[in-house]
Structures are given as structure tokens and as C-alpha cells.
């Protein structure tokens, strides 16, 4: 897969990942949430992951 393919799939996962969180952290605000299952925890654990993944495509594009 070529870099650009790399890093816009990457984008992509990103955007979803935020999305997901947004939702989670609104649930969670609302009180649909009794019990924090660690869903937050996971989201940012992993956009911490593909954000780290960017970074490093763009040091090596560069």
C-alpha cells in the first residue's frame, strides 16, 4: 500500500475513532452510562496509536 493510501486510510480511522469517542463522552454526559466499561479509555488508547502512526509517515515522507 502506497503512503498516501497509508496515511489517508489512517485519517479515516482517525475521524471514526473521534466520532466514536464524541458519542461515548455525550452518552456518558447524559447519564447513559452507570458504569464506565473502559469503551473511553480504549478510543484514546487507539487514536493515541494512529495519531503516533501519522507522525511518523510524515517524518518519513518528509
Not at 456518558?28 to 503516533?52: A, N, P, Q, W
Amino acid at each position: 500500500m502506497g503512503i498516501f493510501r497509508r496515511v489517508a486510510k489512517l485519517i479515516r480511522t482517525q475521524n471514526e475513532l473521534e466520532d466514536r469517542l464524541l458519542l461515548h463522552d455525550a452518552r456518558h454526559c447524559f447519564g447513559d452510562y452507570e458504569i464506565d466499561d473502559g469503551t473511553g479509555l480504549e478510543l484514546r488508547s487507539r487514536m493515541r496509536e494512529v495519531g503516533k502512526e501519522l507522525r511518523m509517515l510524515g517524518e518519513f515522507s518528509s
